[in-house]
């Protein structure tokens, strides 16, 4: 029996094991989601924004490790998932992008919400194509989900209305042929690495998330070379727990230990990372860089030796040419210095702080209303969490707040916008994660300024029964924007946001709010939002002026905050 292009696109995604299509329905999508509607072990899941979609599918595509697919219809339906595709394509999450189109005779009419879809996606995509005929299929799918897993992006498929319902002139077989290679450096250019880091005699680690596969041929290396190891914020995960050797992030929302790790080596071994912020590397060290693509090879600082193959191939083979037996000085002072600075924040989020004589005075130069600090309310959700949760987080200091007081041990996830910086990808994150893993913990650290931008979708979590916790950080501020106006020296503006009272708006929209205003009351509420069944929004208003201290803090950042703060209360602001 001859099949439709819809139903040959969607009978090849179930068979991939897709499970979850996100998205907004429209006319030219109805043959594709009529097909899913049709498909046994394929779910549609309705967003109330394409953004949404887009965010959970790039979701599920970096819990998974596959492929994560997404659809929008013509025009508008299609412009709306651009952000959370290139947080996809920045995170490099295997996701494919179906949109609608035009009929095909009026492309290039200027129809009614015509958009040209391949040069919409143009910068964001690793491959885009629109399908004119039906002899295109299945090829042309073939090729799109080849290109979004085997490069690791995003790839864009545009449908128009007319096409889906045609049937193609042969059912053909559809076959990916997904398998990648692994690869490593050649001989010679690991022994110029074993000889550089031999020659070193403090050398330091920093490693990303494209080494989380290789986690034991790292900690080897580590031992090999009595390294501390600095994480980038998504190495967090996997790297963080059980691991002895490792000293937390470095940049602004890092720490002392770290910075010290980096400043005091003579030696730096990058590993599966393009940390971009270049003023936090050391200068003067030596470094060696392992990297599966060349173009990161050198393009965040100067490379003495660049190796580009897979973290766990290339570590494999260059540890038998390391020296060992090496002075643990270096390593020791770095965990010591980690350790004393653990010991500081841990006091900072301790709520009974506030009442012993440092805390009271602090509170009466920040906190003069005595609202929850954020250091206490992430540790409090640390403590009770699962230790399997999945964690994601919005960008700015929600994502401050975790770095620094969840520790990412065990089989917990996490997940955020930590290479595009969106706002508001934290609920719509942990849409899709809990899909992904029904069974799971899902805890989303949700600022204010996040969750009110696309406050639309938590009717999908409704609707869909999904047991997420939304934990809003409710400073009633875009906090981080506040943070960097003040220290360079600008007051405060347009940071203020006239919040409602987030839990009674969940409460309205038929899911479990719970406000937390007491600091008295933190710990015991946290561990009930998170205990009880479905979805929670536990809206907790915490300390709008507080400060997170960077790793370095600079004479210019502290006169800034300074002559800011001067100009906030001058009478007039």
């Known amino acids: 029996m001859a099949r439709t292009v819809a139903r040959v696109i969607i009978d090849a995604l179930q068979e991939l094991g897709v499970g979850h299509v996100f998205g907004v329905v429209g006319d030219a999508l109805n043959p594709l989601t009529e097909a899913i509607r049709t498909t046994d072990g394929l779910e549609w899941v309705g967003c109330r924004h394409e953004e ?91 090729t799109a989900v080849r290109a979004a897993v085997t490069r690791g992006g995003v790839a864009v498929l545009t449908v ?41 005699s403090r050398v330091t680690l920093l490693v990303g998330q494209g080494a989380r596969g290789a986690r034991a041929d790292v900690l080897r290396a580590a031992e090999a070379l009595a390294s501390p190891m600095v994480l980038t914020l998504k190495a967090k995960e996997g790297f963080e727990g059980d691991n002895p050797f490792q ?34 590397y050391p200068e003067g060290a030596k470094v060696v860089q392992v990297d599966t693509r060349e173009e990161h090879l050198g393009r965040r600082t100067p490379v003495d030796v660049g190796l580009a193959g897979d973290v766990g191939a290339t570590l494999q083979a260059l540890l038998p040419l390391l020296k060992t037996g090496r002075d643990r000085t270096h390593l020791d002072d770095a965990v010591d210095r980690f350790a004393d600075w653990q010991e500081g924040q ?149 940071t203020e946001l006239d919040n409602p009272d987030f839990a009674a708006v969940a409460t309205a929209l038929g899911i479990t709010g719970i406000r937390l205003t007491d600091p008295a009351e933190l710990d015991e509420t946290v561990r009930r939002a998170l205990a009880t069944p479905g979805p929670v929004l536990l809206d907790v208003l915490t300390n709008p002026e507080e400060v997170a201290v960077p790793a370095k803090p600079t004479l210019a950042q502290g006169w800034g905050f300074a002559v800011a703060k001067a100009k906030e209360i001058l009478p007039g602001r």
């Open 160 to 200: 128009p209305g007319d096409i889906g319902d045609q049937e193609l002139p042969e059912d053909r077989p559809v076959r990916f042929a997904l398998d990648r290679a692994v690869t490593r450096p050649d001989d010679p250019s690991l022994a110029r690495a074993a000889d550089l880091l031999n020659a070193a």
């Open 346 to 494: 841990q006091r900072l989020a301790d709520p009974a702080r506030e009442h012993r004589p440092v805390g009271k005075l602090r509170a009466a130069l920040d906190n003069r209303d005595h609202d929850i600090r954020p250091e206490a309310l992430a540790a409090a959700l640390d403590a009770h969490a699962a230790d399997d949760a999945v964690f994601t987080s919005d960008t700015g200091m929600a994502t401050v707040w975790l770095s620094r007081f969840v520790t990412m041990h065990a089989d917990r996830r996490l997940l955020g916008s930590y290479n595009l910086g969106s706002m508001a990808n934290a609920m719509p994150q942990a849409l899709g994660a809990q899909l992904w893993a029904p069974d799971r913990q899902v805890v989303a650290f949700c600022g204010d300024g996040g969750l009110s931008m696309l406050l639309g979708d938590l009717m999908t979590i409704k609707t869909y029964r999904l047991p997420v916790k939304l934990v809003v950080f409710d400073n009633r501020r875009l906090g981080m924007v506040k943070l960097e106006q003040e220290q360079v020296g600008l007051p405060e503006f347009g």
């Open 52 to 142: 949404a979609a887009a965010f959970a599918a790039g979701a599920r595509a970096q819990l998974s490790g596959t492929l994560g697919v997404c659809m929008g219809t013509v025009g508008p339906g299609s412009v709306h998932l651009l952000n959370g595709l290139y947080d996809a394509a920045k995170s490099r999450a295997p996701v494919l992008a179906i949109c609608g189109q035009v009929p095909l005779a009026e492309i290039g009419s200027d129809y009614f919400q015509e958009v040209d879809n391949d040069l919409l996606f143009r910068d964001v995509a690793v491959h885009r194509a629109t399908v004119t005929s039906p002899d295109q299929m299945p090829r042309a799918l073939e």
């Open 247 to 280: 000293v937390g992030q470095t940049g602004l929302i890092g720490n002392p230990a770290a910075a010290h790790a980096f400043d005091s080596a003579d030696a730096l071994l990058m590993l599966g990372t393009d940390f971009p912020y270049r003023d936090w």
